[in-house]
């Protein structure tokens, strides 16, 4: 149980497109999902928070308008970098949590590279 | 806001032995504490949690202690083999708002 998926697991795009990146919980219904990006060798790093029918919570430094999300269903959330560029490659990973749960379940990720 | 420190950020064992990561914490009002290990390439996968009403608790090869007073806790591997070998994360959270995680240990399992 509580799987989560993303798709794609490897996109290469050139600069100035945009990309979207989908986190889908399998198994369970997602109220809450985080979006994290990971540099290598380094920690995770929290983007922002979307609850199900709300818009995202984006933490500081976080620029909503380039990295734009969507929680439209309980097993659903988008995130979809708007005109990439290089220094946006990096490996994007989602989480999910139940109603009421505490444990974040994680995605396989995403790593992104743009040209 | 929370603030989690984790080390060693490396860690090498001979296969068969034990292997401990420690992290503390410093907002004592955190009461959820999750452990992760991330192959490379790969999402974090969680291994073992602790909520701050346990001391500790064990699945198997795998242990989680937590001393409230000392804002400390820490992951116990014993009898270590090489698929243990990968980067874990320690992480803390008080109720259902966001988890912060630590800088993360790459383990190394030597055979």
């Known amino acids: 149980g509580a799987v989560v998926s993303q798709h794609p697991s490897r996109v290469i795009c050139k600069s100035g497109t945009s990309v979207k990146i989908e986190c889908r919980s399998l198994d369970f219904q997602a109220t809450t999902m985080f979006w994290y990006r990971q540099f290598p060798k380094q920690s995770l790093m929290l983007m922002a928070t979307?609850?199900?029918?709300?818009?995202?919570?984006?933490e500081q430094g976080v620029e909503k308008d380039k990295f734009l999300i969507n929680h439209a269903s309980l097993t659903l959330s988008t995130l979809t970098v708007t005109s990439a560029h290089p220094e946006d490659s990096s490996f994007y990973i989602c989480?999910?949590?139940?109603?009421?749960?505490?444990?974040?379940?994680f995605g396989p990720g995403t790593r992104l590279l743009v040209l | 806001g929370e603030n989690v420190e984790q080390h060693p950020s490396t860690l090498s064992v001979q296969e068969g032995d034990s292997a401990v990561i420690k992290c503390t914490y410093s907002d004592s009002a955190s009461n959820y504490f999750p452990w992760y290990k991330q192959e490379l390439g790969k999402g974090p996968q969680l291994i073992i949690d602790?909520?701050?009403?346990?001391g500790e608790k064990k699945d198997q090869r795998i242990a989680v202690t937590l001393n409230k007073t000392a804002k400390h806790f820490s992951l116990h591997i014993t009898e270590t083999q090489p698929e243990d070998s990968a980067v874990y994360f320690c992480?803390?959270?008080?109720?259902?708002?966001?988890?912060?995680f630590g800088i993360g240990t790459k383990l190394q399992v030597i055979p």
């Open positions: 979307s609850n199900e029918g709300s818009k995202a919570t984006y």
């Open positions: 989480s999910a949590t139940e109603l009421g749960m505490e444990t974040q379940y």
């Open positions: 602790i909520r701050s009403n346990v």
């Open positions: 992480a803390a959270s008080k109720g259902y708002q966001k988890v912060t």
